[in-house]
């Protein structure tokens, strides 16, 4: 005869799943565990008493209207402690590496960004960026076994199956690549590898504007413009891992030649290429670096323009997005995100007059709070995740 299981011991099986869930999802309400556990609301909040009396789990306290807000006591966000343990993100961008040393929970230490050939460089992008894990490791004094895990984002399409990059991705000194493995064999350490759009959907979902959102967009206009798609809180690939490949929406018949070997695509008249451009042929000063912020750019009467409409044809696109996907919140970022509300106002006037009016009602506009960092941030999250499985 079997004998019914103790309290104790229930209490004890509801608190591991629950910290399984917790460490998978990272950033879930005690409402949304009953969900997806099925156990009641008085087990979860016991079983999430005893996870943040141990400090295996913290909370963090939601903005007003996020998900899980009310009139009551504010809700909060569930998410894995960190512990002791350090992780490694990394951002490649096409003109540019940024890597950064955190503790698993996002707490930065160190990090470093450089200007490297990405796109037609891979082997010495690889090199750069594997020397700046060594050079951050050495300020924080650090080891790479003191690393759990590293995290990537790669501004192209990673075939789901084999993580390698997509034979026809424009990252053409890539292509056939296994980052995972190349990293990995250069660092001697776990690595995990994403679409950088995805980990800057991840980044603001974690640390930035989009906290406490389910249905999202997050949207990186650089040198070219990809999108995440957070749908009922999880990151969306797609069939092969080509999904959010934004900038690649035609236009029309006629225009520039894009890299991807059609005519007209959005990226051939919307990305921080074509502003660099004018601001050359203003006399417009640039940084030092390539990726700089944009909002004073943006004040110039030209400039300003120039962005404003570049709001207006990216909005075009994201109103037939949001017909389809209707979201939430789209959240501009990359290069020509920290350009600011110019961009922002020209996406919101053309999805309000494309847009079906419900849709365009229930979506936001905002641009990425955490700036240029948004990618480099979610690889840390990402990163932090995976260490946290291993505890």
């Not at 389910?214 to 999904?243: C, N, P, Q």
Request: aromatic share 2%; net charge negative.
């Amino acid at each position: 005869m079997n004998l019914p299981e103790s309290p104790s011991a229930r209490r004890q099986r509801s608190r591991q799943q629950l910290l399984t869930v917790i460490r998978r999802e990272n950033g879930l309400t005690r409402a949304d565990l009953s969900l997806i556990t099925g156990l009641s609301r008085s087990a979860v909040a016991e079983a999430v008493q005893d996870l943040l009396n141990e400090r295996l789990i913290a909370e963090d306290v939601l903005a007003a209207g996020g998900r899980g807000a009310g009139r009551g006591r504010p809700s909060a966000l569930l998410v894995a402690a960190g512990g002791s343990a350090h992780v490694v993100g990394m951002d490649f961008d096409h003109d540019r590496v940024a890597v950064a040393v955190a503790t698993a929970d996002g707490q930065i230490s160190a990090e470093e960004s450089a200007v490297v050939n990405v796109d037609t460089e891979a082997a010495s992008a690889l090199d750069v960026a594997a020397g700046m894990v060594h050079r951050l490791l050495g300020h924080t004094g650090l080891t790479l076994s003191d690393i759990r895990a590293i995290a990537v984002g790669i501004p192209a399409p990673l075939d789901t199956k084999t993580g390698r990059v997509h034979p026809a991705s424009v990252l053409s000194g890539w292509v056939g690549l296994d980052p995972a493995r190349e990293l990995s064999d250069r660092l001697g350490r776990p690595v995990v590898i994403g679409h950088d759009a995805d980990l800057g959907a991840a980044g603001e979902l974690r640390f930035g504007v989009a906290k406490g959102a389910r249905d999202f967009v997050y949207i990186k206009v650089s040198e070219g413009i990809g999108a995440g798609l957070m749908l009922a809180g999880s990151t969306y690939h797609g069939a092969t891992g080509a999904a959010g490949e934004l900038g690649h929406t035609r236009l029309g018949d006629q225009g520039a030649w894009c890299r991807c070997g059609n005519r007209g695509c959005l990226e051939t008249v919307v990305s921080s290429a074509l502003v660099r451009q004018l601001m050359q042929e203003l006399g417009i000063p640039r940084g030092p670096h390539p990726a700089f912020p944009l909002a004073d750019v943006a004040r110039h009467p030209v400039a300003g323009r120039f962005i404003a409409e570049a709001g207006r044809t990216l909005g075009r696109v994201l109103a037939d997005l949001c017909n389809c996907l209707n979201p939430g919140l789209i959240v501009l970022g990359g290069e020509l995100g920290t350009a600011g509300e110019p961009l922002a106002e020209g996406v919101r006037e053309s999805i309000n007059r494309y847009a079906h009016p419900i849709t365009a009602a229930a979506v936001e506009v905002k641009i990425a709070s955490l700036g240029l960092r948004s990618e480099l941030l979610g690889a840390v999250g990402l990163a932090g995740q995976h260490a946290m499985l291993d505890v």
